[in-house]
């Protein structure tokens, strides 16, 4: 994670740091929309989204409720791994978690896209990972904080010194695994899996690490400047 505040020499550089952090809210906005449009699409839900899904039905509180829920069970994992290198700034991923599901639900509550034919399910579930991985790719190259998974991805990606879109997957079929099971036991059905939750937890890091090719140096510049 890059340094809150932008300085230059001993000046701070309040015009890129106001940048950054406009850009950081925006990229939050983008990840839960294309999350949102991912469940809209019809065809199952987002690969991380499931995990939350599952309880969601069995509990009947929003999908909000429950990716904020486990967006915190995230970030005490990380404090688990890191232990004595944990870094308090990572605290503030609870923010991120709060907008996570608020923006969630918010989208959820007006998005106007409902697709039944299944030629309009597919574009909108691509349209939807293409949203998220802009969305993920924005996020993370602010280096403010990660959103809570992201996070866990990259402790784990450092640890084990591989590639983050590639952690990703590995991570993401974990969570698919583990809705799948719960959804099973618990309502003896595939709950919100689908196609989507399939596809996303297979090929969103590889996606994310396209749209880094793509965007990466241009969001840096943007928010930092030339340097």
């Not at 932008?6 to 015009?15: L, N, T």
């Not at 925006?26 to 999350?35: K, P, Q």
């Not at 640890?159 to 983050?164: A, E, Q, S």
């Not at 003896?188 to 590889?206: E, R």
């Amino acid at each position: 994670m890059r340094p809150l505040i932008i300085m230059h020499g001993e000046k701070i550089d309040w015009r890129h740091t106001v940048i950054r952090m406009l850009m950081y809210l925006a990229g939050v906005a983008v990840l839960a929309l294309g999350m949102s449009l991912q469940t809209a699409s019809g065809l199952g839900v987002a690969a991380l989204t499931c995990f939350a899904t599952t309880p969601s039905m069995l509990t009947g509180k929003t999908l909000g409720f429950w990716i904020t829920t486990t967006y915190v069970a995230y970030i005490a994992a990380q404090l688990a791994i890191l232990r004595r290198e944990f870094q308090p700034r990572i605290l503030l991923e609870l923010c991120f978690s709060t907008l996570m599901g608020g923006f969630t639900d918010l989208f959820m509550a007006f998005n106007p896209l409902h697709p039944t034919a299944l030629p309009a399910q597919v574009a909108t579930m691509l349209l939807s990972l293409a949203i998220t991985a802009f969305g993920v790719s924005l996020v993370v190259n602010m280096g403010v904080v990660p959103n809570a998974p992201d996070g866990l991805v990259q402790v784990i990606a450092e640890k084990l010194k591989r590639r983050f879109g590639d952690v990703k997957v590995m991570f993401d079929c974990s969570h698919v695994a583990a809705s799948l099971t719960l959804s099973l036991v618990c309502m003896h059905n595939l709950g919100g899996f689908g196609v989507t939750t399939a596809i996303s937890a297979l090929f969103l890091g590889h996606i994310i690490n396209f749209a880094n090719k793509l965007f990466a140096q241009r969001f840096v510049r943007m928010a930092f400047g030339a340097k």
